[in-house]
């Protein structure tokens, strides 16, 4: 069966300090894989995603950059953290098919990470 | 531009009474849709999908869900909810490699 693996559970970071966030998906082949940010109190917001390695579309600019170096991980990072990325990173993955957004997608248990 | 819209920020029920979360969805064909839950501090599952087979769609712990073209809504229904159904519940639709996710609905359950 297919697992999906997010780390670390929490991050406490200081403005300004780098981010990594890695994601890794198990029992599957070349799924697509998504970043979602969750600010307090506010919905899903998708900030990334890939539908193979080396292939990364971006939904929003800002602060954040992914990477794909392999089929079945997927990288959040970032050089300098602001204030406002604050909030709960969730990774998922999709099958890959031809109309692949009409796939559920399958989602890790997330990050929160915390900027002071 | 392809949206979808959940009615009601937030519902509150008694334990044991019906449930029903409302989501719209804008399109000019029939997508995929889903609805999932969250709990705090977790991930979304999947509660269930509809992908053009029947129109009335069973899920996990009890809940199902009535895809109406011609309302264009995809509502979540439960017969009777219990307190661990208290979570976050996101209404979704198929895009190009992608999700379009509704805003969400907070589900509280009273005893």
């Known amino acids: 069966s297919q697992t999906i693996h997010q780390w670390p559970a929490t991050l406490v970071q200081p403005v300004g300090s780098p981010l990594s966030l890695e994601c890794t998906v198990e029992?599957?082949?070349?799924?697509?894989l998504y970043w979602y940010r969750q600010a307090a109190g506010r919905g899903l917001q998708l900030l990334f995603y890939s539908v193979g390695i080396g292939q990364i579309s971006s939904e929003v600019p800002q602060n954040l950059s992914a990477s794909r170096p392999q089929d079945r991980q997927f990288i959040l990072s970032s050089k300098k953290l602001l204030l406002s990325d604050s909030g709960f990173y969730l990774c998922?993955?999709?099958?890959?098919?031809?109309?692949?957004?009409?796939?559920?997608?399958?989602f890790g248990d997330g990050t929160r990470l915390s900027i002071l | 531009a392809q949206s979808v819209t959940q009615l009601d920020s937030h519902v509150s029920v008694s334990e044991g009474t019906p449930v029903l979360l409302r989501c719209n969805y804008s399109?000019?064909?029939?997508?995929?849709l889903f609805w999932y839950v969250q709990h705090p501090n977790k991930g979304l599952q999947l509660l269930l999908k509809?992908?053009?087979?029947?129109?009335l769609v069973k899920g996990i712990n009890g809940f199902e869900a009535e895809f109406k073209k011609s309302e264009t809504s995809f509502h979540l229904t439960k017969p009777s909810a219990h307190m661990s159904d208290a979570a976050e519940y996101f209404c979704a639709r198929g895009g190009y490699n992608k999700l379009i996710f509704g805003a969400g609905t907070r589900l509280a359950v009273h005893p």
């Open positions: 399109s000019s064909y029939s997508p995929s």
């Open positions: 509809y992908t053009s087979a029947a129109t």
């Open positions: 998922a993955w999709s099958e890959d098919r031809p109309t692949g957004g009409n796939q559920p997608q399958h």
């Open positions: 029992g599957t082949s070349n799924p697509n």
